[in-house]
Each structure stands twice: as C-alpha cells, then as structure tokens.
C-alpha cells in the first residue's frame, strides 16, 4: 500500500471510530450517569422532565452530523479495502453489509426518537398528559436499542477490520 493510501485510510478510520466512539459513549453516559443521578437528584419528575428538555436541546443536529462522518468515512474505508484487494472474502462483505445495515438502523431509531417520539414527549410534559410516563418508558427502551445497535456495529467493525487485514 503506498503512504498516500495509508494516510487516507487512517484518516478515515480515525474519523469513522472516533464519531462512532463519540455516539456510543454519549449514549452510554445518558443511560448510565446522566439519567440515574437525575432521577435521584430531582424528586420532582416535572424538574427532571425540564431538566431532560434542556439537556437534550440542539442535541439532534449534532448526532446526525456524527451520523454523516461515520457513513462516509465507512464508505472511504469500504472503498480502500477494496482498492486493495483483488476479491474481497464472502465473510467481508458479509461483516460490512451487516454493519452498514446496523448503522441504517441506528439512524432510522434516531430519526424516530428525533421527529416523532420526542415531540410527542415533549407535549406531554407541557401539557402534563398522563400520556408521558408511558412515553418515557417507551423512549428508555428505544434509548437502549440505539445503543445496542451502536455498539453491534462497532464489533462488526472491528471484527471485519481484523480479516480485512488478514
């Protein structure tokens, strides 16, 4: 591989496992830290509520921006390994077909908690709606499937990278 290549491809791969560390970790520190010692903090579920609102405020842009980073440095690394390789194994493409379905996923969660199940949660609070416990749990349950989601593709990855290397 020549150095020009090897820059590329680094730098692609900095890229693409740094904005998906940088999702995994946010979600993993909301689901483990944040939301646990905001619900003993605030006794009130309104303040937590407000206080959820307020976090969460200017977050969606920000992931869909990771988003975007982790789906077009995957397709750079995509495209070097295949530069590289005459034919690439059956288990390969398999490994990085899955990925890419599991970061189609990933996205199509966020979207759904972004555009859809937020704004309901949202009016539920403002409203005080019986409608938002539900909706909260709801969210959890979601919030967890996006993070399992997340962190399958970061195995796939890194499985996929080790016979890509092979």
Request: aromatic share 8%; charged share 15%; hydrophobic share 60%.
């Amino acid at each position: 591989m020549s150095e020009s290549l090897d820059l590329v491809r680094a730098t692609l791969a900095l890229v693409h496992v740094g904005a998906a560390a940088v999702w995994l970790g946010a979600m993993l520190y909301s689901l483990l830290v944040v939301q646990p010692r905001a619900a003993g903090f605030f006794r009130d579920a309104a303040e937590r509520e407000d206080f959820t609102v307020a976090l969460a405020a200017g977050a969606r842009w920000k992931v869909l921006a990771l988003c975007g980073a982790i789906a077009v440095s995957g397709a750079g690394l995509i495209g070097t390994e295949i530069s590289e390789r005459d034919d690439p194994t059956s288990l390969w493409l398999a490994l990085v077909g899955a990925k890419g379905a599991l970061l189609a996923v990933a996205i199509a969660l966020f979207v759904y908690v972004s555009w859809r199940l937020w704004p309901a949660r949202l009016l539920a609070h403002l409203t005080e709606s019986a409608e938002l416990a539900p909706l909260q749990r709801r969210f959890r349950r979601v919030a967890l499937a996006l993070t399992v989601t997340v962190s399958g593709g970061f195995v796939l990855g890194a499985v996929a990278d080790s016979i890509g290397s092979a």
